[in-house]
């Protein structure tokens, strides 16, 4: 469904909310995690989600920092794809275990998986890019802002 407006006008009826969601993607944008996985992460779960507006933005932002077509083609399949490392796998992985909660808790098999490629700081990092991207979802999908 493609609209002309969002449902609501949300960036400015909860201006203040939004400026915050804002703040807080700034600030994990700037974390330990490097940009590459970051947007494989935030479009994997926007794909998981069903959000139109940020599967565009991030496979965009993607394209732009010249990742390989074949590999973003293959985000939906990542497991499959022999174009993902251990690390985006285990980022992944725990991107989609984060983001199914109705599916029970993330395993500690998916926790464990993590700890190879990242420390502390870039599990809490990681973890705060999942909750963000999952946020604004939410927004995109259940407001329909336009498409640019």
Known sequence: ???AAPRVAYTRLAADAFKGLLAVSTTVH??????ELQELVYLRVSQINGCAYCLDMHSTA????GI???KLDTVA????SRFF???ERAALGWAEALTRLPDGAPSDAAFDALRPHFDD??????SMAVAVINAWNRLGAGLLPPLP
């Open 85 to 87: 490392d251990a690390r």
């Open 1 to 3: 469904m493609s609209t």
């Open 77 to 80: 399949a990542w497991r499959e």
């Open 68 to 70: 390989e077509p074949r």
């Open 30 to 35: 700037a974390s330990s995690l490097d940009h």
């Open 121 to 126: 700081k870039g599990i809490s990092d990681l």
């Open 62 to 65: 993607l394209r732009k920092a």
